[in-house]
């Protein structure tokens, strides 16, 4: 048995990985996969790449791209959701915000820096015309974490995956205003250049179990009641998830990192490029 270590985020696009995992998948292929929910998202999966607290993170394309541009040793080895990520931009339901402009000034509650929630809020604040060097945040590291800061008022607005944060919307604590989606596909597999160097055909045997999956998940009998059940979110909604979600079984292109990396450098969240050959497998 070969063992890896997996990591992402405790959300309904990584059910393919437990999928497999729970039907012995990679441990037939004689791989013993890991897995770790890390609700914190993307800055903690870099943090855990570069210190090799996991040897693989399937993680959100902006942040995975900046931090490779900030020296993570590692290597993006495809995309894993194609579809972009509709973010969510929340305040507390009690506020008196109602529009975008009225949070213009206002605090981002982030789950830490270079988190997706992190630099979805330059992404968004430039959309709007907004001045990004004006931005605040609060680190709240999780989503409870933002339940507290908005509903005592130390933070503004969050902003999260429009669908995992809907029960919070319909308990009445969130209002959500608007949506945000990436201008790019949301979540890529990215693995530590160690691993792929010492392991390649347990990575490419990886890929080719969780691409197998992911390439009929749709199809699955009861998919939608099984999310549902899982991660505590209405069927309907469920559903409307479904149908603009798509996953992915090929690799990242040279003009999607370019178009990523080229808005994180106009927004000056990286100082200097990196070269696709360099980071995209």
């Known amino acids: 048995m070969i063992?890896?270590?997996?990591?992402?985020v405790p959300e309904h696009f990584n059910l393919p990985w437990h999928l497999c995992?729970?039907?012995?998948?990679?441990?037939?292929?004689?791989?013993?996969?890991?897995?770790?929910?890390?609700?914190?998202?993307?800055?903690?999966?870099?943090?855990?790449l570069r210190n090799g607290e996991t040897d693989i993170a399937v993680i959100l394309t902006e942040g995975i791209i900046k931090d490779i541009a900030a020296g993570n040793d590692s290597t993006i080895v495809q995309v894993y959701v194609e579809s972009p990520l509709v973010w969510g931009i929340h305040v507390a339901a009690g506020s008196n915000y109602k529009t975008l402009a009225d949070i213009e000034n206002g605090k981002v509650a982030i789950s830490r820096y270079g988190s997706g929630s992190h630099l979805m809020a330059f992404?968004?604040?430039k959309k709007q015309g907004w001045n990004t060097e004006k931005l605040e945040f609060e680190i709240i590291n999780t989503l409870d974490g933002a339940?507290?800061?908005?509903?005592?008022?130390?933070?503004?607005?969050?902003?999260?995956?429009?669908?995992?944060?809907?029960?919070?919307?319909?308990r009445g604590i969130f209002?959500?205003?608007?949506?945000?989606?990436?201008?790019?596909?949301?979540?890529?597999?990215?693995?530590r250049n160690e691993v792929l160097k010492n392991n390649p055909k347990a990575i490419e045997t990886i890929l080719d179990i969780i691409n197998q999956t992911t390439s009929d998940f749709k199809e699955i009998p009861s998919i939608d009641r099984t999310l549902s059940e899982r991660y505590e979110q209405k069927i309907e909604d469920i559903n409307e998830w479904l149908k603009i979600t798509e996953w992915s079984q090929k690799k990242l292109d040279k003009k999607t990192f370019d178009k990523v990396q080229?808005?994180?450098?106009?927004?000056?969240?990286?100082?200097?490029?990196?070269?696709?050959?360099?980071?995209?497998?």
């Not at 063992?3 to 992402?8: L, Q, S």
Request: aromatic letters at 10%; charged letters at 25%; a negative charge.
């Open 3 to 8: 063992p890896i270590k997996i990591a992402g």
């Open 21 to 48: 995992i729970e039907n012995a998948e990679f441990e037939d292929a004689s791989i013993l996969l890991e897995w770790t929910d890390v609700p914190e998202g993307t800055g903690k999966l870099c943090h855990m």
């Open 123 to 125: 992404v968004n604040a």
């Open 147 to 170: 339940v507290e800061a908005l509903t005592e008022g130390r933070a503004d607005y969050f902003m999260w995956e429009r669908f995992m944060t809907k029960p919070i919307v319909d």
């Open 175 to 191: 209002r959500r205003i608007d949506d945000c989606p990436t201008p790019w596909p949301c979540f890529v597999i990215a693995v």
């Open 262 to 281: 080229d808005q994180l450098f106009e927004l000056n969240i990286i100082e200097t490029k990196t070269a696709f050959e360099t980071s995209a497998g």
